[in-house]
């Protein structure tokens, strides 16, 4: 389970392929429900500080 401030790596991502092996930073505070389709939000991913939305799936816990 993610929480809020999780920092991640994305392993795959449907919604932004180039995110791959970047990591990033959760912003949800509750897991995600039908708005995002079941994905989390990423913040803060690669050099350009993209946002995507990843299925839990697609990504491994680093730490906070």
């Given at each position: 389970?993610?929480?809020a401030?999780?920092?991640v790596?994305?392993?795959?991502?449907?919604?932004?392929?180039?995110?791959?092996?970047?990591?990033?930073?959760l912003?949800?505070?509750?897991?995600?429900?039908?708005?995002?389709q079941?994905?989390?939000?990423?913040?803060?991913?690669?050099?350009l500080?993209?946002?995507?939305?990843?299925?839990g799936?697609?990504?491994?816990?680093?730490?906070?």
């Amino acid at each position: 389970m993610f929480n809020a401030g999780d920092k991640v790596l994305v392993v795959s991502c449907e919604d932004d392929p180039r995110a791959v092996g970047k990591t990033g930073v959760l912003i949800d505070e509750v897991p995600p429900g039908p708005l995002t389709q079941g994905r989390w939000t990423v913040i803060r991913v690669g050099w350009l500080r993209l946002s995507v939305l990843c299925h839990g799936h697609e990504l491994q816990k680093m730490g906070r």
